[in-house]
């Protein structure tokens, strides 16, 4: 029996993508002068970097 499958990189593209996106809000949280924007740079790095483990779990 033959089996077609079609294999996929999408799961280490989200991975890069969303791991990028979660040193970015790190940075941003390191970076900004105010409270809230320390709180909006954590909050940007903790669901991509969610988002991150996600994406390579699914499409991996």
């Not at 040193?23 to 790095?45: C, R, S, T």
Request: glycine share 16%; no cysteine.
């Amino acid at each position: 029996m033959v089996r077609n499958t079609v294999q996929t990189d999408k799961g280490i593209g989200f991975g890069a993508l969303f791991s990028i996106l979660a040193v970015v809000g790190a940075v941003a949280m390191l970076a900004a002068p105010g409270q809230l924007g320390k709180a909006a740079g954590f909050a940007v790095a903790m669901i991509a970097a969610s988002l991150a483990v996600v994406g390579a779990q699914v499409y991996g």
